[in-house]
T-cell receptor
C-alpha cells in the first residue's frame, strides 16, 4: 500500500526567499503529481513526473523526482505572495492510476 | 467545453438521509474517481471507474455507492448519511491507465451532515 508523506505541513516564508517542499513515498509509484489548492477551491495540476531524474519547471516552481530515494521535491525560487496556497503531492499506482495524496503543505508567503 | 462539473456545490443533510452527488465530464476520459477531503488528511480515494460499467473501491468506500452507465457521468450515492461523511467531495477524471497526463478535478461539493 502506497503511503505519501509531505513536509513541512506549514511553511511561512518571506517574499524573495527560496524553499523546498519534500514528498516521500513508501513503495514504487508509477508517477508523481503535484497540485496546488487555493482556499475553498479545487485542485490545479502543476506537474506530472514520470521517471527517475525527471525535472519540470514552471515559473518560480521546479519539481524533481528521485525514484531510488522515493523522494520528490517542489522547489520555490524567490517566492512571491501569489504562491500562497496549499501544495499537495500524490503518487499514482496500479493500472487505474489511483492517486494517494500527501497531507499537503500550506505555504504562506509574507510581504 | 465545461471540463469536469459537480452538483450541487453545497448540501446540508440530516443523519440518515440519502442523496446523490453528481459528476459529469465532457473530455471523453475513461477514468473517473471520487475523493473526499478532510482537514489535515489530504484527499482520500472513495471509488473509481476505469470505464463505463466498471467500478472499484478505493481507500474509504464504506457508506458510498457508485455506478457508471455512461462515459460522461459518475454519480456518488450516500445511502444513509452520517456526520462522519461531512467533508468536501471532489470528482476527478483522467485519460486512463497508461496516460502520462494529469488528472483533472471538479470544483467540489461541500457536504454537511447534521
Amino acid at each position: 500500500e502506497l503511503k505519501v508523506e509531505q513536509n513541512p505541513l506549514f511553511l511561512s516564508m518571506q517574499e524573495g526567499k527560496n524553499y523546498t517542499i519534500y514528498c516521500n513515498y513508501s513503495t514504487t509509484s508509477d508517477r508523481l503529481y503535484w497540485y496546488r489548492q487555493d482556499p475553498g477551491k479545487s485542485l490545479e495540476s502543476l506537474f506530472v513526473l514520470l521517471s527517475n531524474g525527471a525535472v519540470k519547471q514552471e515559473g518560480r516552481l521546479m519539481a524533481s523526482l528521485d525514484t531510488k530515494a522515493r523522494l520528490s521535491t517542489l522547489h520555490i525560487t524567490a517566492a512571491v505572495h501569489d504562491l500562497s496556497a496549499t501544495y499537495f503531492c500524490a503518487g499514482g499506482t496500479g493500472t487505474a492510476s489511483k492517486l494517494t495524496f500527501g497531507t499537503g503543505t500550506r505555504l504562506q508567503v509574507t510581504l | 467545453n465545461a471540463g469536469v462539473t459537480q452538483t450541487p456545490k453545497f448540501q446540508v443533510l440530516k443523519t440518515g438521509q440519502s442523496m446523490t452527488l453528481q459528476c459529469a465530464q465532457d473530455m471523453n476520459h475513461e477514468y473517473m474517481s471520487w475523493y473526499r477531503q478532510d482537514p489535515g488528511m489530504g484527499l482520500r480515494l472513495i471509488h473509481y471507474s476505469v470505464g463505463a460499467g466498471i467500478t472499484d473501491q478505493g481507500e474509504v468506500p464504506n457508506g458510498y455507492n457508485v455506478s457508471r452507465s455512461t462515459t460522461e457521468d459518475f454519480p456518488l450515492r450516500l445511502l444513509s448519511a452520517a456526520p462522519s461523511q461531512t467533508s468536501v467531495y471532489f470528482c476527478a477524471t483522467g485519460r486512463g491507465s497508461y496516460s502520462t497526463d494529469t488528472q483533472y478535478f471538479g470544483p467540489g461539493t461541500r457536504l454537511t451532515v447534521l
